[in-house]
């Protein structure tokens, strides 16, 4: 079994997650504090980010993006119908451009600021940024949430799944920035009838489950976080 | 021929181009003002983000990294020992997290700060965000420097190229990072000689000319710049 050093609110580590649960293997879980620079953790990535997989020979990948073509060219060839990524080319870079707009864009402008303010300063050590959260960034952060919406809701009422007719990773990056972003109830899903539709299919697979009953310290989900009729 | 839409100062946009050239393969480039988000580029890429590669079929490919998978897809995996990429599933994970750590990591850090005071603040509009630098973002980008560069240090006094034996997209993608922040004279080789060496094999390599003479309006380079015994 493979070990992924993760925290359980980041988009990018839910997306290794889920992948590991669409192709049926199991992962150990370390949770690591990411303000901790913890040594041990800095010698397996001196960027001192997350995710990192221990991988075949413990060999540590750094990034959701690395991890994922990795697991693609070791795991995913051999899935057929199953695989999470595409054949030709342009498929597989409008995929990747995809995990990206989710996992980087949709990170750095809404997901990553959301989940430091409301989720990690509460708990983090006042000498290493904790505190209380800064309620401009909240805004900004909140201000951006729309736009990622509205694209989300046209790419799902264009097509089945996101990047086209099959389940690919473009599906599980986006549920994975969206699942932290609903965790927290920053989402209203009323406008957005097709994301919505969308995100209930992704949801209800079993993959989905352990990423349902996450749970963080002093910061309850809202309601409808694990319902699948929400 | 393929087209690239492009910043001259973007590291990103250097990476791709001196893959282009590292195999031999002629590219129009389209020089974008990233703040301008004119409709026309808006249509290619909604993040209004560099660079986009018009690739065949004119199908736009967004962002470094998706276009150097696609292009070793579709040309890398032709080129056998030219090929600027491994065949190792591990050896792969290796040279897309130096990718990572350069045009993001880097990027992030240091580079795209240093060319949005220095570049593009002095010639953009008042109404995109144009006026004079920021002092402050100067100083922390400049003081994020030195750690990149002993990195940089340590990788290229322990491996031949910076992601093993031989030339990759690694060294490309370091390098682009690199070659923007020495045209700003922002880099002190003195201090690291390994680095130095390294940059000096790349930087003599023909991919690398048609950089050395790139020019931005208003800002000349350092002297030693395209200089290939610096």
Redesign the interface.
């Known amino acids: 079994m493979l070990t992924l050093f993760h925290h359980p609110m980041f988009a990018a580590c839910r997306f290794v997650r889920l992948v590991f649960g669409e192709y049926g293997e199991d992962l150990a879980l370390i949770e690591e504090k990411p303000w901790a620079r913890r040594k041990e953790f800095l010698t397996l990535n001196?960027?001192g980010?997350l995710p990192v997989l221990l991988?075949?020979?413990d060999?540590p990948?750094?990034?959701a993006?690395?991890?994922a073509?990795?697991l693609d060219?070791?795991r995913g060839v051999l899935k057929r119908e199953r695989r999470l990524f595409a054949e030709g080319?342009?498929e597989?870079?409008e995929i990747?451009?995809l995990i990206?707009?989710y996992l980087?864009?949709t990170d750095g402008e809404v997901t990553r600021h959301l989940v430091r303010e409301r989720v990690l300063k509460p708990v983090m050590p006042a000498e290493d940024g904790g505190g209380s959260p800064d309620s401009g960034a909240i805004r900004a952060a909140r201000a951006n949430i729309r736009q990622h919406m509205k694209?989300t809701n046209w790419l799902a009422g264009t097509r089945h799944w996101l990047a086209g007719p099959r389940l690919t990773y473009a599906d599980l990056a986006a549920a994975a920035a969206f699942s932290v972003l609903d965790y927290l109830g920053e989402i209203d899903w009323r406008e957005h009838a097709a994301a919505r539709e969308w995100y209930t299919r992704v949801k209800s697979r079993p993959s989905f489950r352990p990423l349902l009953t996450d749970r963080v310290r002093g910061l309850s989900p809202v309601s409808h976080y694990a319902d699948l009729d929400f």
Chains 1, 2 share one sequence.
Request: proline content about 4%; hydrophobic content about 35%; cysteine-free.
């Open positions: 001196a960027a980010t991988a075949e020979g060999t990948l750094v990034g993006t690395v991890i073509e990795y060219e070791t080319p342009m597989r870079a990747r451009r990206d707009w980087t864009k694209y």
